[in-house]
């Protein structure tokens, strides 16, 4: 089951596009970078956040789901 947070934070991203910068999302949503950094590991294991030089910058693939859903 997803929470609201993880759910909201994945919208937000997605309506960003590529070249995210998740930490200033995740700060706007009020989310701890903590969690918003468990998060991100957690997208990247399953395929769907890719990165570069940093965690904290990068771009859903085309892997991931349009939305999620709890």
Partial sequence: MKHLDEIEY?????AKGR???ADVVADRLGI???RAEYLLEKWTRA????WGVSLRSGW??????????A
């Fill in 60 to 69: 859903l693939t085309d892997e991931a789901p349009q939305e999620l859903t």
């Fill in 47 to 50: 395929g769907w956040w890719e």
């Fill in 32 to 34: 701890e970078w903590n």
């Fill in 19 to 21: 070249g995210v910068f």
């Fill in 10 to 14: 994945y919208a937000a991203i997605r």
